[in-house]
């Protein structure tokens, strides 16, 4: 596997100097100033590739070009950013970075309640607590209709959980979940989240998988033309929040949305922590039954816990078999290699990491501090290394 590192740009913490310490060859950035659907351009992309490319590393993947939300909704505008986003894959081809990492989440992209939620051993994780999210959206946010999607214990629970809150704890809670986390492509303020969640008004599933596919119609050729392959992350996490649908959680998901658009190039970024938030994926399955569209992968764990909350668990140990998981993807390396695909090695990074040590300290990233994910990549190589000494 190509072992990559996500590095947020010159701004991030983290620099490119301790990619290299990790371990990591492969690096994996966006041009995250470009975040309103223009056009990256090819001087942009050379001047990002010039800055890794000077450390020894290579820009392996693009996380995340992000999908316009006239896209997202389908308004009229939705052409025009389609072809800005056919433009950005085809100057990312040319500078010969072809592998690409989206999300079809609307609104809000990855979510949490808690960005230091205290591990038995002194770290501290993400975590989402189902009852702290039902209760902001419930009594904080007050959205029209939120009753109609919590069942009666869960807003029981979350109307008892609001009376302790103080007017801090609402403030960072709120911050936390609609603020926008890292490589988040939103930031929203309590006013301007309820705008856009009503401009999803009678939106179902169908609607808005309707609009995926009709994104993949258009821009899927033109990966395929140029050597790109797309990866569609999985909702995170794989369930609705604030009411609206959510259609990349679960295989069936993914099968509905390959078998519209069947191209290998119509792929997937098969993020284990995410899909294993849902007691119902199984995630070694998915993984074989999607084997040859796994275009690249985030290994990291969780912990489910009641109601549908979790946290983030060490990389090795937690509701997701990593060992199982990490043997499907290097099945598919070997049987890619056996037959001729260019594009046998999978690139992976370790997904997020604990605040450790000096970390904790520090202002990072939240899931992206150095040593959590040196410690996650350190441990996920030895799993990479030893199987792979099984296979000779
Ligand atoms: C969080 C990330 C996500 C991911 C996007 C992909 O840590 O995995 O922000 O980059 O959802 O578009």
Known sequence: MLQSWRWYGPDDPVLLDHVRQAGAT??????HDIYDGQVWTAQAISKRKCLIEERELTWSVVESIPVHRAIKLGTADASHYIDCYAETIRNLAAAGIHTICYN??????????DLRFALPNGGLALRFDAIDFA???????????????????????????????????????????????????????????????????????????GNLIAFLEAVVPVAESVGARLGIHPDDPPFSLFGLPRIVSCADDFRAIFSAVPSLANGMTFCSGSLGARGDNDLTAMA???????????????????????????????????????????????????????DWNIPMRPDHGHLLLDDIHKTTNPGYSAIGRLKGLAELRGVIRALEAQHG
């Open 104 to 113: 079809f989440m609307p609104v809000v992209d990855w979510t949490r309640t």
């Open 26 to 31: 492969g690096v994996v950035t966006a041009l």
């Open 288 to 342: 074989r039954a999607f084997a040859d569209r796994i275009h690249f992968a985030h290994l990291r764990n969780v912990r489910r816990q009641e109601n549908g909350s979790f946290f983030e668990s060490d990389h090795l140990d937690g509701d997701v078999d990593m060992v199982a998981l990490v043997a499907v993807l290097l099945e598919e390396e070997r049987r890619r290699k056996a037959v001729g695909r260019m």
């Open 135 to 209: 209760a902001y959206d419930l009594h904080v946010l007050g959205r029209d209709d939120a009753h109609g999607d919590y069942d009666e214990d869960i807003a029981s629970k979350a109307r008892l959980r609001v009376e302790q809150w103080s007017d801090d704890t609402v403030d960072v809670l709120e911050r936390t979940i609609i603020a926008g986390l890292p490589g988040s492509e939103f930031s929203h303020d309590r006013d301007g989240i309820r705008d856009r969640i009503a401009d999803y008004a009678g939106f179902d599933a169908d609607r808005l998988r």
